[in-house]
């Protein structure tokens, strides 16, 4: 893949009715809007956010990255995060920045907050693209253990394997997620979608994906399963693959 040089757009706010600052890059240019959504403990500035800013930069297509409230460049405190606080930052964002048709791109968590924010704003999405997305995370990844853990102490941490903090999750993160879980219907969602997935994911299992494919009420829905590909998918044949997928999309 040639590495293409990004020119970083200005970071920009958004305040929300609490007067925390939401921060954001927005390229300007042609067709739906591509935006970006991070995974947990994850901002604006990764590796598969920057490259594909970069491609879209080169295209002359428009993008949005952003952060969520406690991440990155915004406002607030990680832990006061939960799925509903950081659904409503990211259509507050787009409410602001974005006038037209959007195609989302979410990593790990990000791909839970992506199904969200496609069935908050409806038409306006065109298509989705999920990155080893990992909706429901806090039913299949916790056991007994650690919900107990969660109710006696409020919060777990975790150690992280890619060079964070330990990750934590609070009482109130994991509750919004068991109040928006996805893989236990029909998702109503009918626009494209694409979800590539690494086989190798030590993180989210790659069958998430299946499943998720399997519950999603649109017709056009494909599943791209890497199989020596790990959790990141940021190798340069994965970050080609990403780019050939929202190219085509």
Known sequence: MDHLTLVEP????????????????????????LLFLPG???DMQGGKAQALAAWAECH?????RLDYSGCGESDGKFESGTLDIWRDDVCAV????????IIIIGSSMGGWLMLLVAQALGDQVRALVGIAAAPDFT???????????????GRIERPSDYGYD????????????????????????NCPVRLIHGQQDPD???????????????AEVQTIL????????????????????????
Do not use: C
């Open 166 to 189: 330990p990750m934590v999750v609070t009482h109130a993160f994991w509750q919004s997620g068991q109040d928006n879980l996805q893989l236990t219907g029909a998702i109503a969602i």
């Open 139 to 153: 039913d299949w990844d916790f056991d007994a253990a650690d919900k107990a853990t969660l109710l006696e102490k």
């Open 60 to 64: 002359n297509r428009a993008m949005l």
């Open 10 to 33: 200005p970071v920009q706010y958004v305040r929300r009715r609490d007067g925390t600052r939401l921060a954001y890059r927005h390229l300007h240019g042609e067709g739906p809007t």
């Open 94 to 101: 787009i409410a602001a920045v974005v006038t037209g048709p």
């Open 204 to 218: 989210v299992p790659w069958d998430i994906s299946v499943q998720l494919a399997a519950q999603l009420r649109s």
């Open 40 to 42: 947990y403990m994850s």
């Open 226 to 249: 890497i199989k020596d590909g790990d959790h990141r998918l940021s190798r340069d044949q994965d970050i080609a693959l990403l780019i050939d997928v929202v190219a085509k999309l």
